[in-house]
């Protein structure tokens, strides 16, 4: 029996990944904090396939509300197999214009987002001796990035947990694995506006953005990957080789 949490999968990433999940027999919580609507037409639309899945509104920096999204996954579909801790926020501004509060909410996000989901899925996985956690990351968690430098911290941090957390499931038959895509084209990037994308898509040498389902590709190899863990795998269609 197989069971997927994604985080933050009612549009972008996390919903092109817990549709390739429900396709390839994965029971899956939809998580959401906004657009109700659109989970519930992902579900909807999951469900008419003969795809086993439930939608779910959490905050992931919340972890009484995690908590609670997981107990819910566990009596209606069964224990979490695989956690995608996809949720995340970013913005654009220079460092001296970052106030105490976005720094923050970007950290309780994007990091703690991850941390309330590992410790609310994983004393089954401890149990069961088995599970799967693929977090994202970003290209500018490997690297620095003008006017992100709260997210970029955040996406570096996440590799340090996947790493870290990788040394210490492995002996416990859980993987920690990370994604860390390039330039893709979801909402969280049509804020850079037309001719920003373009002129992005001209440095990126294989021409265009990455497609959400092409990261969705990505997340699935990594969960069934079963002699790798601790591995961050980039995503980027050569953007920085
Ligand atoms: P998106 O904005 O479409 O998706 C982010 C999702 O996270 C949304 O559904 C949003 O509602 C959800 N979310 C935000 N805060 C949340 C919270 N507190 N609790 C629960 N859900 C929350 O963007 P996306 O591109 O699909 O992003 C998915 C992930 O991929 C993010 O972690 C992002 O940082 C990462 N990423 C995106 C790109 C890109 O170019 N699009 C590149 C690298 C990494």
Redesign the pocket.
Known sequence: MKTALV????????AATAALLAENGYSVCI????RRDKAEELEACLRCRGCSVISHM????DPDAVNAMVRRIESELGNVTLLVN?????EQHQFQDISPELWKRMFD??LG?CFNSIRAVLPHMLHEHSGSIVN?S??WGNHGASCEVAYSCTKHAIIGLTRSLAAELAPSGIRVNCVA????D????KVLGEETLSMLADDIPMGRLGR?EEIARMILNLAEAEYTTGQVVTVDGGFII
Do not use: L
């Not at 998580?31 to 906004?34: D, K, P, Q, T, V």
């Open positions: 985080t933050g999968s009612s549009r972008g990433i996390g998580n959401y904090i906004e959490a905050d992931v920096s996809n949720a995340g926020i970013g996000v994007n987002g994202v970003s290209i895509p390039g330039v893709i979801t909402d969280m990037v959400p």
